[in-house]
């Protein structure tokens, strides 16, 4: 069975840094890519990033890029998401995605339960 866990969410101020965590389990986490979403209250999701099964091209929204750093372990069957220069737009839920394959050019098929990040003064 395929399980996604988010962790790492938070209350962080205006300017403050955050890391999320995201443990799979119930696949062969090296052979697909991976992405964060994110959906802030009353909105839609919100694509953040990106990255293939091997870690080494990723992809950022826009409204992120420079901000944000997405990685993975393959070894610890693990995906990150170093948040930095966080601004009060950045709140939202923040799902662990999932691809078809190891390409992000694919499909999601899995979502994690989500992580609540809350930029807040």
């Known amino acids: 069975e395929v399980q996604l866990v988010e962790s790492g969410g938070g209350l962080v101020q205006p300017g403050g840094s955050l890391r999320l965590s995201c443990a799979a389990s119930g696949f062969t986490f090296s052979s697909y890519a991976m992405s964060w979403v994110r959906q802030a209250s009353g909105k839609g999701f919100e694509w953040v990033s990106r990255i293939n099964n091997g870690g080494d091209s990723t992809r950022y929204a826009d409204s992120v890029k420079g901000r944000f750093t997405i990685s993975r372990d393959n070894a610890k069957n693990t995906l990150t998401l170093q948040m930095n220069s966080l601004k009060p737009e950045d709140t939202a839920v923040y799902y662990c995605?999932?691809?078809?394959?190891?390409?992000?050019?694919?499909?999601?098929?899995?979502w994690g339960p989500g992580t609540q990040v809350t930029v807040s003064s």
């Open positions: 995605a999932k691809y078809s394959s190891g390409s992000y050019y694919s499909s999601t098929d899995y």
